[in-house]
């Protein structure tokens, strides 16, 4: 069986500003409106749909990105430029920090909507301490 994940619809208040944030920060580019979405296309094929929402109706919700150490470098670099605070585990009980899971690393931030991001080098469960 083959089963992968294609695309999940990102509820957001603007969604020109939210996939211009999210592609911004993690390096990708925003794609041609689809209906009412605007693409985000990762390296592995899936993709994140913005799609304008009533505030009332968005959810926080967890995107998780694994990147290589290079990208993480990045990533980090456009995290902190932009003044974003950043927390090295989910609880937020540790900001300004990053982790070093499974002997990567991780950081998580917010995107405008109140969606908590997160990116790592490693995958969990995959080793090191």
């Known amino acids: 069986m083959s089963v992968e994940l294609n695309h999940t619809i990102v509820r957001a208040r603007d969604r020109q500003a939210s996939a211009k944030f999210t592609a911004a920060i993690l390096g990708l580019e925003v794609g041609a409106p689809f209906g009412p979405f605007l ?6 094929g899936v993709t994140l749909d913005f799609m304008n929402s ?31 605070t950043y927390y090295a585990d989910p609880s937020r009980s540790r900001p300004g920090e990053i982790n070093h899971n499974d002997g990567g690393r991780g950081a998580y931030f917010e995107d405008p909507d109140g969606h908590f991001l997160e990116i790592i080098t490693r995958p969990y469960g995959s080793g090191g301490q």
Request: charged fraction near 20%.
């Open 39 to 44: 693409p985000v296309v990762t390296a592995n």
């Open 54 to 84: 009533d505030p009332d109706e968005i959810v926080s919700q967890h995107y998780a990105f694994l990147v290589s150490e290079e990208d993480f470098d990045a990533i980090f670099q456009r995290i902190q430029q932009a003044g974003l």
